[in-house]
T-cell receptor, first 112, second 111 residues
Framework: GNSVTQMEGPVTLSEEAFLTINCTYT??????LFWYVQYPGEGLQLLLK?????DKGSNKGFEATYRKETTSFHLEKGSVQVSDSAVYFC???????????FGPGTRLSVLP | AAGVIQSPRHLIKEKRETATLKCYPI?????VYWYQQGPGQDPQFLIS???????DKGSIPDRFSAQQFSDYHSELNMSSLELGDSALYFC??????????FGEGSRLTVL
């Protein structure tokens, strides 16, 4: 079945540091890939997505590129802010109507 | 813009009691998903509905049931509650796109 693996947290960075959160997946066919973010006490919000190989999703300074050859979708940001402190979930779906599979989440704490 | 509405936001129950959570998807969204998120855990898929029919089933206990009504809202019914059912329950909806829109969740505490 489909599965998502993420780097374990928590990740603690200083403000303006470079962020990478690794995500790899196992799936049949050609899944769509997502990063969701969960701020404290809130629901999950879509951060960015990529629906085919070599697509780059980007939003709020975050980027991730769909790499089919390495089955990866690593999340990056060049300069993190305190407000980026949250839990980040990598996710995939195999197709419309199929359920989403989430990774275990990576907690990011950014210190001023 | 309208979002996914969940109610109640917080619910406290005793063991062996019953609880019902409600989800109102974004208007014109035809698919609803329910997820359970335990403390420090990733969301676990419970069940989904497409056009009021169950479309997929995940790790939903037999004590739980759900349905989607003619107005597309969905209800998750949980009976014989156990301590381990304490979690955040998310509803999400989508239509004709890959993106899944989540509600803010209903936090269930079983004492």
């Amino acid at each position: 079945g489909n599965s998502v693996t993420q780097m374990e947290g928590p990740v603690t960075l200083s403000e303006e540091a470079f962020l990478t959160i690794n995500c790899t997946y196992t799936a049949t066919g050609y899944p769509s890939l997502f990063w969701y973010v969960q701020y404290p006490g809130e629901g999950l919000q879509l951060l960015l997505k990529a629906t085919k190989a070599d697509d780059k999703g980007s939003n709020k300074g975050f980027e991730a590129t769909y790499r089919k050859e390495t089955t990866s979708f690593h999340l990056e940001k060049g300069s993190v802010q305190v407000s980026d402190s949250a839990v980040y979930f990598c996710a995939l779906t195999s197709g419309y109507g199929q359920n989403f599979v989430f990774g275990p989440g990576t907690r990011l704490s950014v210190l001023p | 813009a309208a979002g996914v509405i969940q109610s109640p936001r917080h619910l406290i129950k005793e063991k062996r009691e019953t609880a019902t959570l409600k989800c109102y998807p974004i208007p014109r969204h035809d698919t609803v998903y329910w997820y359970q998120q335990g403390p420090g855990q990733d969301p676990q898929f419970l069940i989904s509905f497409y056009e009021k029919m169950q479309s997929d089933k995940g790790s939903i206990p037999d004590r739980f049931s759900a349905q989607q009504f003619s107005d597309y809202h969905s209800e998750l019914n949980m009976s014989s509650l156990e301590l381990g059912d304490s979690a955040l329950y998310f509803c999400a909806s989508r239509r004709s796109s890959w993106e899944l829109f989540f509600g803010e969740g209903s936090r269930l505490t079983v004492l």
